[in-house]
């Protein structure tokens, strides 16, 4: 009879090593014949460390096997368990709440290699069932639940669910500042006006969150590096103190690394972003910016511009100044809580989407509620026409054709300039479409370069369409430029070999500065019967 044991322990490292620390710890075994049960004297390491000795295998980045072994020899595995979530559920959990009180029954969480799920061990026995009744495969084999494709029966019974996730979050919120071995510790300075000697004391308000510092350096290389090594300070107190957040954002960055999930008001997350930023947990980061993006409206793009440019989240800043710019009237209709150089930038930008008239409108309305505060930041002289548009080249074709096709739009409008491998491909025709982007073409290894001649473009990104199927998709290696001068430039995107579905927004890495110049550069394979889009907002002189 062989055993299938998966061993978690909460503690000290036995006296193995000289530099242990402390990991989480439990232990589940699970037995063709018998029922799952917890055996809390299970001694197996399992966290940072491989058992490769007699009957237990270790696989990358997976599960510890025993087949009814002693400890065997300890050896280094940095990549054990160190992209599974559910683990970590399950190893602060089982000492809380299933060793404690003896419910293993309700509790009874298995861990597999991928990190995303958490299954049931009920869910799993017929499949280790499988292995157990003369399988020709051994449950001590480094493919062992590499993947849950390659054991998954037909009814189907690794599928994970909505419960399983939903189970997972309340598991969660019953670990997080129940225990733990390391303190986070957030001081947060306020200002008092003290009557009796008008002089302003800062106060100190501490808040104090007990964590796993194991949790911290799975999610964070930075956590990792500060708790891993008796080097630095935070390692030898067991503590970590942080000045440049609040402690509500903190608190949900932690709640993170337990829970996998990130929620809070669209402010909030800003802060969240930013300490995702600082301790390069990129999951939350980028989890904080969708959820930002799916939520941001003009009347709130400001306060997120403001909070973005604080913590210096740069993509969400330039999401949040795109949506003012967009959406001015909405975004600017009241008097924004900005410092007056944010303000300057957006009035001074030239990109607001608005007639000149009604910008005067509104402006007009804060100086009659604040004087003449804002004299010295407010100017309209020189202003252009800008226009947000997810196709810049065909744009100036329209407006072209609206001027009644006067002189001509190669060379008067847009330039178009070949590589050497592209000069023979086109006709003077073809080079007016792909200039206007009013026909589809097709561009081999080499590149196409557009300079608009009366325009700049604040650029956001790009997408294609092909004249076939719009609902098709490519893959190409291939380069997109911008320049503001046509001798800098600037990778805004890049491709190699990703597949591309037609008229998906691309989002670019933001140039510095306004562009009025673009190329695409092929490197292998083509783009075959394609619009280019250019996405941005569009300024030309009034």
């Known amino acids: 009879m062989r055993r299938l044991t998966l061993c978690v322990w909460l503690g000290e490292l036995p006296a193995l090593r000289s530099d242990a620390v402390a990991v989480m710890c439990g232990g589940m075994s699970t037995d063709a014949r018998t029922r799952t049960k917890p055996h809390s004297t299970l001694r197996y390491l399992c966290v940072g460390l491989a058992l490769p000795g007699e009957g237990g295998v270790v696989g990358e980045k997976g599960l510890v096997f025993l087949l009814n072994s002693p400890l065997g020899k300890v050896a280094e595995d940095g990549g054990l368990f160190w992209s599974a979530l559910n683990l970590r559920i399950f190893a602060a959990f089982w000492r809380q709440q299933v060793i404690s009180d003896g419910h293993y029954l309700l509790y009874n ?35 062992s639940l590499a993947s849950c494709s390659s054991y998954a029966p037909t009814s189907g019974i690794m599928e994970e669910t909505a419960e399983d996730m939903a189970a997972l979050c309340g598991v969660l919120a019953a670990c997080f500042g129940k225990d733990g071995n390391f303190t986070v510790v957030v001081e947060e300075r306020s200002s008092d006006m003290l009557e009796s000697s008008k002089e302003t004391e800062a106060s100190l308000k501490r808040t104090e969150f007990k964590v796993w510092s194991f949790l911290l350096a799975q999610w964070s290389p930075v956590f990792e590096k500060m708790v891993g090594s008796d080097n630095y300070a935070e390692s030898q107190q067991s503590q970590v103190v942080i000045q440049d957040f609040s402690a509500g954002a903190v608190e949900i960055f932690l709640r993170f690394l337990y829970s996998g999930s990130v929620g809070g008001s669209i402010t909030a997350l800003g802060g969240v972003a930013a300490i995702a930023d600082k301790y390069q947990v990129e999951a939350l980061q980028g989890g ?95 202003r252009t026409h800008s226009e947000h548009t997810c196709d810049v080249l065909y744009t100036l074709w329209r407006r072209y054709e609206d001027a009644g096709e006067k002189g001509t739009f190669v060379g008067g409008w847009v330039v178009v300039i070949l590589s050497l491998k592209q000069r023979e491909a086109y006709t003077m025709a073809q080079l007016e479409s792909i200039a206007s982007s009013k026909e589809t073409f097709t561009l081999r290894k080499g590149w196409v370069q557009w300079q608009l001649l009366h325009a700049v473009v604040h650029l956001q990104g790009f997408s294609f369409e092909t004249g076939i199927d719009t609902s098709s ?14 001798s800098t430039w600037h990778l ?26 673009f190329r695409v550069e092929v490197l292998a394979g083509e783009l075959s019967d394609i619009y280019f889009n250019i996405h941005g907002i569009l300024q030309t002189p009034i």
Not at 473 to 486: H, L, T, V
Request: hydrophobic share 40%.
């Open 288 to 382: 904080c910016l969708r959820l930002v993006r799916a939520a941001l409206k003009p009347e709130l793009a400001c306060e997120v511009f403001a909070i973005a440019d604080r913590f210096q989240v740069a993509e969400m800043r330039a999401e949040a100044l795109d949506v003012i710019f967009t959406h001015p009237k909405e975004a600017l209709g009241e008097r924004p809580e900005l410092r007056p150089e944010l303000l300057e930038e957006i009035l001074g930008s030239g990109g607001l989407c608005i007639a000149e008239d009604e910008l005067k409108e509104i402006l007009q309305s804060w100086r009659t509620k604040e004087g003449n505060s804002l004299e010295s930041i407010i100017s309209i002289n020189g």
């Open 109 to 143: 969480w298995i861990v597999k290699a991928d990190p995303d799920t958490v299954f049931f061990v009920d869910r799993l026995r017929n499949v280790l069932e499988l292995h157990e009744e003369g399988s020709s495969q051994d449950l001590a084999s480094t493919d």
């Open 492 to 517: 805004a995107y890049e491709s190699l070999k990703k597949e591309i579905a037609a008229r998906a927004f691309l989002a670019c890495k933001r140039p510095p500065s306004l562009v009025n110049y």
């Open 473 to 486: 998709s490519f893959s190409a290696s291939f380069r997109i430029w911008s320049s503001e001068d046509g």
